[in-house]
């Protein structure tokens, strides 16, 4: 079985309100346990966390074992003071505060860093990103000081252009990668980034009657071309759902991002050697090296 690329053991994949809510005066360790039952039941054992702010994810990884998971986690994401970012982790205000962060995340032997470079898609409107992207050379520093650190780089973002800055500025993986277009799909399969597009977010969303269909469904084939284009470019990938995301349940969220992959490129021979690839490629990445 594929292991999941994208999670946060944090979130109820429900609300996220009452997930923030049952953890915030201490780790529920019952819910921790409850996800990773819900992972060794499908035969998942990779996980890769996206962080959050609650000390979940640090307790997570010292019980993963006992279900035969091997869990990665970057502790807490960052992001830069009035972006987004906040639900997932800490913020700073200038590099200096941000070179602190990513020696935090080490002291406390996190596996990377993970960095928030945009916003996110805008279900209720019209699909388009929200908020502006950090600047190309903010982004490059961002990443620098973690490879110098030791420690790969995750990347939130979304958007052709911020995209192509997060690749030239060398992370690791880019994580959701949303609206990328010709050019950006290209300077990816030249690169040894990963992209882990998180598709099974708009797909579940379909038909729930909380945001419009007609965005989603937008959202959804725009996406679809997107990753058949980078498919047939040559762009490593690899599964990851954002499994506790509004929807997509632990364990569940990376069967139904293979569906969709799958339902994308249809009988592609080679999907399940190319998938594994970009899995390794990350396993081989995203871990501690000091």
């Keep these: ?43 998942i054992t990779f996980v890769r966390d996206g962080g959050d702010d609650l000390h979940v994810s640090e307790r997570a990884r010292e019980i993963a074992g006992e279900y035969g998971i091997d869990y990665r986690t970057p502790l807490f994401a960052i992001h830069k003071n009035g972006h987004y970012g906040k639900i997932v982790g800490r913020g700073f205000e200038n590099m200096k505060e941000y070179a602190k962060l990513v020696r935090k995340v080490k002291d406390l032997g996190g596996d990377f860093i993970k960095i928030m470079t945009t916003g996110i898609m805008d279900f209720a409107t019209d699909g388009s990103v929200t908020e502006t992207a950090l600047e190309k050379e903010e982004v490059r520093e961002m990443v620098h000081i973690a490879h110098e650190e030791g420690l790969a780089v995750m990347s939130h973002t979304n958007g052709a252009k911020a995209v192509a800055d997060a690749v030239e500025a060398g992370a690791d993986s880019i994580e959701h990668g949303n609206y990328v277009d010709e050019d950006t799909l290209k300077l990816m399969a030249q ?100």
């Design 191 to 290: 690169s040894s980034v990963v992209w882990v597009p998180t598709i099974t977010v708009v797909k579940n969303l379909i038909g729930c009657g909380r945001f419009s269909d007609e965005v989603l469904n937008t959202i959804w084939e725009t996406g679809s071309q997107n990753i058949r284009r980078g498919y047939e470019l040559g762009v490593q990938m690899a599964l990851g759902s954002d499994a506790g995301a509004y929807l997509v349940p632990h364990g569940q969220g990376l069967l139904d991002e293979l569906a969709c992959f799958q339902e994308i490129l249809g009988e592609e021979k080679d999907l399940f050697f190319r998938l594994s690839e970009g899995e390794k490629l990350i396993r081989e990445k995203f871990k501690k090296r000091y």
């Design 1 to 43: 079985m594929f292991g999941e690329n994208h999670a946060h053991i944090f979130m109820n994949a429900v609300n996220y309100k009452e997930a923030v809510k049952c953890h915030e005066n201490g780790v529920q360790e019952q819910v921790i346990r409850a996800h990773f039952q819900a992972y060794q039941e499908k035969g």
